[in-house]
């Protein structure tokens, strides 16, 4: 018999749009959650006009909003907030996206919902969060990453002085779905020994300072920022650094450790002058890059096999999804069904005895769950 979910029996009323909430709500519904995606009559969450499509609606809505389901809802109609006040009172979370006081102002805010549910836990999300001078400011992942610092650590250009653009929404994913989905559980656990509501209020801007750890130290220690591509893990060592090879690819080098770094350097041949701490750092990146420029990335991937040096081949998409490695952890062995074929669920950070990750299941269409509900609340 299978053991139950964690979140089994927990519900969650859905108000988010695009991305922080609903990977938020993807990992809350993973982890057993009735997740009601509440979306407006006319064209639903904005993530489903998206190309690329897949069907009817964008493939990454598919695949952020497996194994929900769809309520659509004018949230401005009387009706609709009357039906919603009725189902609040059977939900444990209410998870929301909008700048601070949208919710007041649809009689759906926390005191609002509070007064038909005195055990609720309602998680806002938004870039600065619920109060401060910026917390109505207009802004996404790149605007928080700037605000904070972060994207003043790592350049480009010659002189590395240029803010590099990340490859990644740091902000929307790991400073708002990510502590979101923690704060839950633990607004949850506490309800347990309270039994009272919760008001949770995730800043993604200033939840991004946790990954400066290192640079707020070196700040109260040196008495000064860091800046540009002058620290160990931004660009100024040659011990963490990306080398481009003969053929066009790129080698990963991170051998920080002294034991790893003695090993690089004899098998990189590096001259002896240049080993040591104390040589100039640039005049060693860029000796270090000469030599990596000298060979192919074959070459020095099978220079490198086996041995403990940190270093490896910065890989392709498409190659990091087909690695070895991967495919026998089957982290891409699960799907959701777009009604005419499978696309790859997304992997999460969830524990796979903790969540059902490995079924396929289906996204909501628009509205898909409307007559349930009403049904529902019928009977």
Known sequence: MNKPLPLQGIKVLDFSTLLPGPVCSLMLAESGAEVIKVERPNGGDEMRSYDPKSSEDSGNFVVLNRGKKSLSLDLKDSTSLDFLYELVKSCDVVLEQFRPGVMDRLKLGFQDLKKFNPRLIYCSITGYGQFGPLSKVAAH??????????????????????????????????????????????????????????????????????????????????????????????????????????????????????????????????????RDVGAPQNEVIETISAIFKSQTSEYWTSIFDGKDVCCNLVLNLDEAMTDQHFIERKIFNSFVSDGDRLLTALPLPLSKDLSDTNSNKPYPKLGNNNSEFINRKAS
């Open 141 to 274: 992942d790149l605007n928080y990453l700037a605000q904070s610092g972060l994207l003043s650590l790592v350049g480009t250009g010659p002189e590395k002085d240029t803010p590099s653009l990340p490859p990644a929404l740091i902000a929307d994913i790991a400073g708002g779905a990510y502590p979101a989905f923690m704060n839950i559980l633990l607004a949850l656990r506490q309800r347990d020994l309270t039994n009272e509501a919760c008001h949770i209020d995730v800043a993604m801007s200033e939840n991004l300072f946790t990954f400066m750890y290192w640079g707020i130290t070196n700040r109260d220690l040196l008495g000064k920022s860091p800046s540009y591509s002058d620290d160990l893990v931004t660009g100024g060592s040659p011990r963490y650094q990306i080398y481009p090879t003969k053929d066009g690819r790129f080698i990963a080098a991170a051998p920080i450790e002294e034991k790893f770094w003695n090993l690089f350097c004899e098998l990189i041949n590096l001259p002896t002058n240049l």
